[in-house]
């Protein structure tokens, strides 16, 4: 099997309860290069991602109580729900880790933000972590 070359973290996700609030709190003491504000509706969630240097803060807030990120909160408390990881081509990256027999979340990429192309696997297969496969 051909492994893939990660090159990269491009974000982490971070489920936050008020964006707005979270976007102040972080900016009170950096100054980030870009916040560029996003809604992904079909996921119920309000998208901020916060640019620093070659990898971005992403917060994300719920706008509907059953989407997964209200879940999490519920569940967990804000916090860190996920990690992307920058792969050279995600289709590729779902074959290999179903391949390996990981808990793929995603059959077909899903649309992130930019024109990114995304995926997550199960934390059950990465100790802990809700990993995301980004090509962007
Ligand atoms: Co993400």
């Not at 027999?101 to 297969?125: C, E, I, Q, T």
């Amino acid at each position: 099997m051909v492994k893939i070359n990660p090159t990269g973290i491009t974000h982490v996700g971070i489920a936050v309860t008020d964006l707005e609030k979270a976007i102040d709190d972080y900016s009170a003491l950096f100054d980030f290069e870009a916040i560029e504000r996003n809604e992904v509706s079909s996921e119920g969630v309000k998208v901020a991602m916060l640019k620093t240097g070659a990898s971005e803060l992403e917060l994300l807030c719920p706008t509907k109580e059953d989407g997964p990120i209200a879940k999490f909160i519920r569940e967990k408390g804000e916090g860190i729900h996920h990690i992307a990881i920058r792969v050279p081509d995600v289709p590729n990256a779902i074959e290999a880790a179903k391949a390996l027999g990981l808990r793929v979340l995603d059959d077909k990429p899903r649309k992130g933000a930019r024109g990114a192309k995304a995926a997550f696997v199960h934390p059950k297969s990465f100790h802990g972590v809700l990993l995301e496969f980004y090509d962007r």
